[in-house]
């Protein structure tokens, strides 16, 4: 068997010059060399005769030298033409500054060439074509795979690695699939779906490889969070909160009753947090339909029976929102918040550190400076992380490693289909919350073309004269921060300037300091700005109860995902957006 | 875009337009990087891949029995790399 672990510098073609290029492709072993897949396939396998050739196609040709190579020289630049013919007609082969292949050719021998062509009139040529002697395929005369991103290597160069690898494993790889499976799903073996899904004969073997492979890649993935959650709840030994203090006491401090899916989420965590298995749970649900609640409710258990909780935010401003609600809740049952976020003093920080190691704070709400190493709790017993796709696994596992196998909850408001949370949160159980609260009113949503700006700016207008306020979401461009800047700039100038002059209006967008962007949603939330102008910074959700419409802009180029986490995300309830297509 | 409130109906039509990579650039941390599967081009085979995991993890879910050994070195090289160590 061959040791895939190999540094990939020994293998034949390589040395450590293009091992370095490897290196950068992120590519240091023999194994991250086969899993270096093509991008893309090129069939030169099928040749044309020269007359069969239609302009601007790439073709095979299979054709005769009838000349030798002759060079002409403009300025810095040489181009080298070479007369070809088949049975059918005559052609040029023509390339740029290849100044070496006039030894590569002789009169009288055939040669396999793939290229563009170009016809005008009667005159054919091949430009810049790849070549291989008649019978060697090299370059030509098969389906040659395309490989991403090569840095200083050409296709052709990591083609020709590629191939002194696939010759030095084939047949030496070890199987990763048991035997059951390769026969149950008709996969192909390891060693073959390695060769055909880097040089497939067929266009067939290459939808064979690819789908032996990514059916172990996926099952791997699929088996490793299935296992890394068995462990969790076989293995190790988690805290049970006490059974004492029930989650119902805590549901009688709330000035409303909960929907019926959020008594049902609380019985699931309840039991959860009373059992000695560790909790993992993810909480879905959209914005508003009480995720918030279900937090407090857990963190009560958690701190009636003597232990701490953590709340992380993605935010300063989520963190800080957060704060606020768990206080006018927690100050009357005398349980002790802090928040935690890089702003505040050092003095503040070191003060909530000790009483943190000391157990004085029984509930710390922060973002990710959470995480830092100096943040030592007394007994930490709950973990809420909201949001979770902006916290990965690895920082899942930081956070829980402060405590002793703390319980786990992470809230989500993005919805994501059974399968795909199967897939990417197959370690966590999933709780739904399918259910608003009662008064919570629908969001209305219009989509509508430009040419009625002007009524949508009558609209904007009259409920600013009724005191409300307005978010305006700008397109995202994509080539880059500068230009999302940009076009926030201009888009604010043209409303204050054109559209509302009398209005208070101010922007926000990503390259602000974070003081800033705090400091002008403050201002928003204290009605005074009429009107937000966004890139999608406003995206991490302060609750201004005030605003009550939003306008996006050119949203097609936000897609559906985004623009329903956007609407969620941020405004809760009461809000109506208007979308512009550009139509 | 009147038509549904429903989160889980709005980003599965979204997935369907889109394909998983614009799907996953809005979600970004902390997901799985894969090097072939594409979750929108292969939702029959995660399907399929999904009953076969969950059956194998009734039977063993310590990939202990002889015929599971090599699932188990692969699964627990995935789980190194997740940072959370061999299981």
């Known amino acids: 068997m061959v040791d895939l672990k190999k540094d990939v510098k020994y293998i034949k073609g390589v040395g450590p010059n293009r091992a370095e290029l490897l290196n950068k492709l992120g590519i240091f072993t023999l194994q991250d060399l086969i899993t270096y897949y093509p991008r893309n396939y090129e069939d030169r396998s099928k040749p044309k005769t020269l007359f069969e050739c239609v302009d601007g196609e790439e073709a095979l040709i299979e054709v005769v030298a009838t000349s030798k190579i002759v060079e002409t020289r403009f300025g810095r630049k040489t181009m080298q033409k070479l007369m070809i013919g088949d049975e059918t007609a005559n052609a040029e082969a023509v390339w740029f500054n290849q100044t070496y292949l006039k ?61 002194n690898a696939i010759n030095e494993v084939y047949g030496n790889i070890s199987e990763t699939l048991p035997e059951y499976l390769l026969k149950k799903y008709s996969l192909l073996s390891i060693n073959q ?37 068995y462990y969790d709840k076989e293995k190790i030994k988690g805290i049970a909160f006490s059974k004492k203090h029930k989650i119902s006491e805590m549901i009688e401090q709330f000035p409303f009753t909960l929907t019926n899916a959020q008594s049902r ?71 002790k918040c802090e928040l935690l976020i890089s702003g ?32 030592e709790f007394k007994n930490l017993g709950l973990v809420v992380t909201d949001e979770q796709h902006r916290f990965g696994v690895r920082q899942r596992n930081k956070i829980t490693k402060k405590g002793q196998n703390p319980d786990t909850l992470v809230m989500s408001a993005t919805p994501i ?49 009724e005191g409300r306020q307005a978010y305006i979401v700008c397109p995202l461009v994509e080539e880059g921060e500068d230009n999302n800047l940009k076009s926030v700039i201009e888009l604010a100038e043209k409303y204050q300037k054109e559209i509302f002059p009398e209005y208070r209006i101010s922007y926000l967008h990503g390259k602000m300091k974070q003081k800033e962007k705090d400091e002008i949603m403050l201002k928003f939330k204290n009605h005074e700005i009429d009107i937000l102008i966004s890139t999608t910074v406003i995206e991490v959700g302060v609750d201004v109860p005030n605003s009550n419409i939003m306008v996006i802009e050119d949203a097609q180029r936000f897609g559906l995902a985004r623009i329903t986490s956007i609407t969620w995300q941020s405004w809760k309830r009461r809000i109506s957006i208007i979308l512009y297509f550009k139509i | 875009m009147c038509e549904t409130n429903d989160g889980f109906v709005i980003s599965e039509k979204d997935l369907e337009l889109r394909g998983s990579g614009d799907f996953f650039g809005t979600m970004q941390h902390g997901l799985p990087e894969f090097k072939i599967a594409n979750l929108f081009e292969d939702m029959a085979i995660l399907k399929k891949v999904q009953v076969v995991a969950q059956e194998i993890m009734a039977n063993d879910a310590e990939l202990k029995l002889p015929e599971n050994q090599l699932l188990q070195r692969v699964v627990n090289q995935k789980l190194e790399k997740l940072g959370t160590g061999t299981l």
């Open chain 1, 344 to 375: 505040i003093t050092k003095k503040k920080k070191e003060d909530i550190l000790q009483r943190l190691k000391n157990g004085e704070i029984d509930i710390l709400i922060g973002t990710h400076a959470v995480l830092e190493d100096n943040v």
């Open chain 1, 265 to 335: 989420v609380l019985d699931e965590i309840e039991k959860d947090m009373e059992s000695s298995k560790m909790m993992n749970r993810l909480l879905q649900g959209d914005v508003g339909s009480g995720k918030t609640a279900i937090a407090m409710c857990a963190a009560y258990k958690a701190v009636k029976s003597g232990y701490q909780t953590v709340i992380m935010a993605p935010t300063a401003i989520l963190a800080t929102q957060h704060l606020e609600n768990f206080e006018k809740i927690f100050s009357k049952l005398e349980i």
């Open chain 1, 193 to 229: 779906a390695t060769k055909n899904i880097h040089f497939p004969k067929e266009l067939e073997d290459f939808q064979k490889a690819r789908t032996r492979l990514v059916f172990e890649e996926l099952l791997m993935t699929q088996l490793a969070l299935l296992k890394l959650k």
């Open chain 1, 417 to 465: 289909p059974r399968t795909l949370a199967l897939i990417l949160y197959g370690d966590l159980d999933i709780s739904i919350i399918d259910e608003l609260p009662p008064n919570r009113k629908k969001i209305q949503t219009f989509a509508v073309s430009k040419h009625m700006q002007e009524r949508v700016d009558n609209f904007i207008k009259k409920q600013i004269q």
């Open chain 1, 103 to 163: 030894s590569k050719f002789s009169i009288g021998q055939k040669y396999r060439m793939y290229g563009k062509i170009d016809r005008k009139y009667r005159k054919i040529q091949i430009m810049s074509p790849v070549f291989d002697e008649y019978g060697t395929t090299q370059n030509t005369g098969r389906i040659v795979p395309i490989y991403p991103l090569t840095y200083n290597l050409s296709q052709n160069v990591i083609r020709k690695i590629m191939e």
